[in-house]
């Protein structure tokens, strides 16, 4: 998978293609990336700034960082019940 592109990188990126006569197929083939990328950099651009509605980058990431947390935690009461369940059978063995 290809690195990301810098935030700065998208920002201009979106500006250019925002005060462009061409098309964003165009802008994004002079910048190299995909079209799709572009309108998708556009359409988070918008979100952000309150133009559309939808999860803000600041939400995405917030959301991803807890979704990462909740793994996490899972994992660990995982882990403690098994532990939880192997240390009861040591103590009351059958």
Not at 22 to 48: C, F, H, M, Y
């Amino acid at each position: 998978m290809p690195a990301p592109f810098p935030p700065e990188f998208k920002r201009r990126a979106v500006q250019m293609a925002r005060e462009s006569d061409k098309s964003v197929t165009q802008v994004a083939r002079e910048l190299g990336v995909s079209p799709s990328a572009l309108r998708n950099w556009i359409t988070q651009s918008d979100i952000d700034e309150g133009r559309k509605p939808g999860l803000s980058s600041q939400d995405r990431s917030e959301l991803a960082e807890l979704r990462r947390e909740k793994f996490r935690l899972e994992t660990e009461n995982e882990i403690l019940r098994r532990a939880a369940a192997f240390f009861a059978r040591e103590i009351h063995p059958k």
